[in-house]
DNA sequence: GATGAGGAAGAAG
DNA sequence: CTTCTTCCTCATC
């Protein structure tokens, strides 16, 4: 059978052009009815030197993969207050000696704080850089990467579109904008924009200072294996399945092992699953149907089958890792 | 309606 | 040639 339906399109499928029309671009059509976030940089922000990080519940939307593996809110809320109006009143010289310790306790408590965020911060951009399948560093981008980027930020904070305000664009041309640059571009999410590549640029630059084993965390992943990966081959679709898998606290909630031994997983959430697929391969018209399809095509040459007790969006490596 | 199986054709590398 | 992607029909849950 042909494909009538194909011939339609102006473009090839394939083409970045295609992700970036906005008449051709199936992310965006989700996006019309969610109300955006609004006022990222109007909110409390937590800053030190180094980095610079937004007031991150704002980050922590649901339904969001990428996020909810990142610091959780009250880590922030927990963080002492330091501004004189709610700190406790110190009306003799017996109380100075312990609001000095309660102050050294404050200042380690923020320091953990600090590093904890960071480390979140950097494995979070470490995650969605093997997602996008770019480099971590914004300078590099070429206009694909930054593409891929915006899709991913339109999806991270539910926006309308927003890449098709940034076209021709590459990383090094967009760190060079200023905020009211950004605002030009997109007078309502400018800012939240500016303001979420401002934390890949801190990140990129906290990762150029310190040297890679003070900041690796305690699992599998590392700032030195994205930069190995990259750039990557293309990669399978079974690759990218167990890449998912092989972070639990990202992704469980759209996809998990039911076995691991046996390499018997299940996708939770099909529509997610499918269009993190698609994000990673440049596919905004993925959805499970295709995916689903090419997950079939694994049987014949036996990488994935399905488990001797066949369950729907349930499926099984063949070699398990 | 969502999912599953699989045929067919085409794109991309 | 391989690996999807896209579209399709039919079956099953």
Redesign the pocket.
């Given at each position: 059978?042909?494909?009538?339906?194909?011939e339609h399109m102006g473009c090839?499928?394939?083409?970045p052009l295609y992700i970036t029309h906005p008449h051709t671009n199936p992310w965006l059509e989700e996006a019309e009815d969610i109300k955006p976030p609004r006022g990222l940089l109007g909110l409390p922000e937590v800053s030190w030197p180094g980095i610079y990080v937004p007031c991150y519940d704002r980050l922590a939307m649901e339904e969001n993969p990428w996020v909810l593996g990142m610091t959780e809110p009250p880590a922030l809320a927990a963080l002492p207050s330091r501004t004189p109006e709610v700190s406790p009143p110190a009306p003799s010289q017996a109380q100075d000696s312990s609001s000095e310790v309660e102050g050294q306790v404050e200042e380690r408590c923020l320091e953990q704080v600090r590093t904890m965020v960071v480390g979140e911060v950097l494995k979070d951009v470490d995650t969605a850089c093997k997602l996008l399948n770019i480099v971590p560093d914004p300078l590099d981008w070429s206009c694909v990467h930054v593409q891929k980027w915006l899709l991913w930020t339109e999806h991270l904070y539910k926006l309308p579109q927003v890449s098709t305000m940034f076209q021709e664009l590459t990383g090094r041309d967009l760190c060079s904008m200023t905020e009211a640059h950004f605002r030009q571009h997109s007078l309502q999410f400018g800012d939240v924009l500016y303001a979420h590549l401002d934390i890949w640029r801190s990140a990129a630059a906290m990762k150029e200072r310190c040297p890679p084993e003070d900041s690796k965390s305690a699992d599998d992943d590392s700032w030195s294996d994205v930069m190995c990966n990259y750039p990557s081959q293309?990669i399978?679709?079974?690759q990218f399945l167990q890449e998912l898998l092989l972070k639990p606290h990202n992704y469980s909630r759209c996809i998990r092992w039911l076995n691991k031994e046996k390499g018997i997983f299940k996708i939770e959430d099909?529509a997610h699953v499918a269009r993190l697929?698609g994000i990673r391969?440049n596919?905004p018209?993925?959805n499970?149907?295709?995916?689903?399809?090419?997950i079939?095509?694994y049987?014949k040459?036996g990488i994935i089958r399905?488990p001797d007790v066949?369950r729907?969006?349930?499926y099984q490596f063949v070699n398990p890792v």
């Open positions: 059978m042909g494909s009538p339906g194909r090839t499928a394939h083409s293309p399978h679709l079974w099909s697929w391969k596919r018209a993925m499970y149907d295709k995916l689903s399809r090419s079939r095509q049987y040459k399905k066949s729907r969006l349930v």
